[in-house]
């Protein structure tokens, strides 16, 4: 059993675990977080595995880019036409919880945020 077998985003790409999700394509997929933080709070991931922001090398740059390049379209899809935030938690130091890379879209008015940054 490898790392993958054991990942919760790896298993919501396989389709094993049911997300809400808000686009699709071959190389990733964004999906509401399901403890949302502000109004508009969902999640970008590259469907292969990689741990962290980290670990990506060159060979990470297409998807990292189409993710950023992404998240301004699905947040003012949303509803998030006064901005958004966008955050990559890596490593235990920086709050990440989970170990596949993925990015946080957070948006909504500011006074309404539950907490601090995922």
């Not at 997929?29 to 590259?46: Q, R, S, T, Y």
Request: hydrophobic letters at 35%; one cysteine or more.
């Amino acid at each position: 059993m490898n790392a993958q077998d054991n990942c919760i985003f790896c298993r919501i790409v396989a389709g094993q675990i049911p997300s809400r999700k808000l686009y699709e394509d071959d190389d990733m997929v964004a999906f509401h977080d399901i403890h949302p933080k502000a109004p508009v709070h969902f999640l970008i991931i590259p469907k292969s595995h990689v741990e962290s922001l980290n670990e990506c090398g060159e060979g990470e740059g297409g998807v990292l880019a189409r993710m950023l390049l992404k998240a301004p379209q699905l947040a003012r899809e949303a509803g998030c036409g006064n901005g958004f935030r966008t955050v990559i938690n890596t490593g235990p130091d920086g709050g990440q919880e989970v170990y596949h890379l993925h990015m946080h879209v957070l948006g909504g008015p500011r006074v309404e945020w539950k907490a601090p940054l995922p």
